[in-house]
């Protein structure tokens, strides 16, 4: 059974930095495409950024420059810096498999990145 457990969310002023991780169990990051989801109130999820199993990575256009994904293969875990935060980055982040690359896994409990103005 796969399980994503998201941590390093918080309270950050705008422009500030967090940085997320993804502890997983049940997959081989290192075998699967895995990416980063934010999730506004009363919306769905929002795909930011993903990395495949060759390590190519793609950003959503709103945190293209600002944001890194990348993965530690040997802890099996998934991160996701977060530079030059602005107000609008404000969500619950997930991560998950991108739909593209097959079904979601099960939906961690998500971490909350709150940036104030």
């Known amino acids: 059974q796969v399980q994503l457990v998201e941590s390093g969310g918080g309270l950050v002023q705008a422009g500030g930095s967090l940085r997320l991780s993804c502890a997983t169990s049940?997959?081989?990051?290192?075998?699967?495409?895995m990416g980063w989801y934010r999730q506004y109130p009363w919306h769905q999820h929002e795909a930011v950024a993903y990395?495949?199993?060759?390590?190519?990575?793609h950003y959503a256009d709103s945190v293209k420059g600002r944001f890194t994904i990348s993965r530690d293969n040997a802890k099996n875990t998934v991160y996701l810096q977060m530079n030059s935060l602005k107000p609008e980055d404000t969500a619950v982040y997930y991560c998950?498999?991108?739909?593209?690359?097959?079904?979601?896994?099960?939906w961690g409990q998500g971490t909350q990145v709150t940036v104030s103005s």
């Open positions: 990395i495949t199993p060759r390590g190519i990575t």
């Open positions: 049940g997959i081989i990051v290192s075998n699967v495409t």
């Open positions: 998950n498999r991108p739909l593209g690359s097959g079904p979601h896994y099960g």
